[in-house]
């Protein structure tokens, strides 16, 4: 097999191959992190059953969407892996509201990300605009996973 064989392969398995891991479901814990039916959820319930008749253990997962919230339920054998997705928390501090829903945040290598939605929590956005409305150093902490981003939570750093 010649390199350049080699080397063509390694640039075709760039498909998404980096946005989860393998990991074996009987260690998947509480508050770990888990993807059911293609979506990134946040473990918040695991039991496993006994070995069968027919041999596997068996772990049933209770997990909530981590972007949506939906709950969503998985039966894995204990000993298969099951996928586990990257998932990756970046704060950055906020510039601007626009109108139409979009943040611009301030990156920590000093550019902006134009190119995220406000989040779907209702309570959270309050806080957003009512922080900026009033003229307040806030820094926006966003949960990326599997190709998706959304703002998580926030902290104000004082006044500007």
Known sequence: MSDS???HFES???AG???TYPQQA???RKNGFLVIKGRPCKVVEVSTSKTGKHGHAKCHFVAIDIFNGKKLEDIVPSSHNCDIPHVNRTEYQLIDISED???SLL???G???DDLRLPTDDTLVAQIKEGF???KDLVVTVQSAMGEEQICALKDIGPK
Do not use: L, M, W
């Open 111 to 113: 550019n902006t990300k």
């Open 101 to 103: 829903g979009f943040v």
């Open 17 to 19: 191959a980096s946005k």
């Open 133 to 135: 409305e009033s003229g």
């Open 107 to 109: 990156t920590s290598d």
């Open 5 to 7: 064989e080699e080397h």
């Open 12 to 14: 075709k398995a760039d």
């Open 26 to 28: 009987g260690t998947v």
